[in-house]
């Protein structure tokens, strides 16, 4: 640790000054003090001696502060117990909220498909496809939904590790074999197609399964699991998610050769008003978690005149589309 990262408490360490508190907010300050009196605390109980190191800016104010704060002083020289311990800026952990990240099914799967009631984690599947009802949005609510977790069924299990693991283009074809191998158990009249697959042939393997009600209960979680699957494909939010993706390594690529101004001129022209907006156009929300993303992995911004034009300029966008849309949504509604 400490050939990659200068420590910052004991003698000679930076104090607050130089690592900018003073310039915080008040009340940031005062949480920043408030957090350094609590750790001072913790520390005490366990008698720690401790050797600070930050990854961040905030990371290193905090630990500066702790570093010169007095009690924390008189607590190091009389403690035993050595210990080092890292501050790391929780930044990066909303990119990881708001980004889409790799050709990865499962991920698909958790942000299209509606949430199951009561869970956090898992996702209403559609089960209509298997019964003789009509797939309206009526029968939709009578059929009680399927989910993502399958724990008692292997196949479903290991098709779910697919899912996870692999590409999407492999995972769709370890559904299709999952699905071949179960009809094929049950004796059910499968062609087998080579080739890539699709969800109308996905969909027309699972409708083997429907009249069979003996085949039904034996496979009921792989069925759940590729009607997942099906309904992710064929989600118009999908192809949504795939433009997010390209849009965000394109980011990427351009905050690594340009500055913060130039990348908020090139996000301008895409923020659009109701009126003007496509069914492939970004939404309101949608800038939003660009936008958040963006200021997440840029790292630390260097103000000025020209940083503070182009923010103005897409405040005055993101304002206009949002007083422009007929029905804002719930996430609007509390940001307005």
Known sequence: LPALLPPLSGSGGPGPAE?????????LRAAVRALVGDLDSLFSALGLREESFAVGALSRVVAAELASYAPARNRRRAATNKASVIFVDRTLDLAGAVGHHGDNLAEKMLSVLPKL????????????????????????????????????????KALWESFMNLKQKEAVMEARRHLVEAASR???????????????????????????????????????????????LKHPQTSKWDNFLAFERLLLQTIGESEMPSVLNQLLP???????????????????????????????IKCGKELDTAEEEVKKALIKAICDEPEPSPLLQKIT
Do not use: W
């Not at 690592?19 to 009340?27: F, K, R």
């Not at 559609?126 to 309206?136: D, G």
């Not at 003007?276 to 958040?292: A, G, N, P, Q, S």
């Open 270 to 300: 895409m923020i659009k008003s109701y009126n003007e907006r496509t069914k492939d156009d970004y939404t309101c929300e949608d800038f939003f978690v660009l936008l958040i993303y963006i200021y997440s992995v840029v790292g630390e």
């Open 19 to 27: 690592v900018g508190l003073g310039a915080l907010p008040a009340e």
């Open 186 to 232: 049950e004796n059910l009249p499968i062609k087998m197609s080579m080739g890539r697959v699709t969800p109308e042939q996905l969909s027309s393997y699972i409708q083997l399964f429907r009249n069979n009600l003996k085949a039904l209960e034996n496979h009921c979680g792989l069925l759940q699991l590729v009607l997942a699957t099906v309904q992710t």
């Open 117 to 156: 009631p009561g869970h956090k984690t898992d996702v209403m599947v559609n089960m209509v496809e298997l019964t003789a009802l009509k797939t309206t949005d009526e029968t939709s609510s009578i059929i009680a939904p399927g989910c993502l977790a399958q724990p008692n069924d292997p196949a479903a």
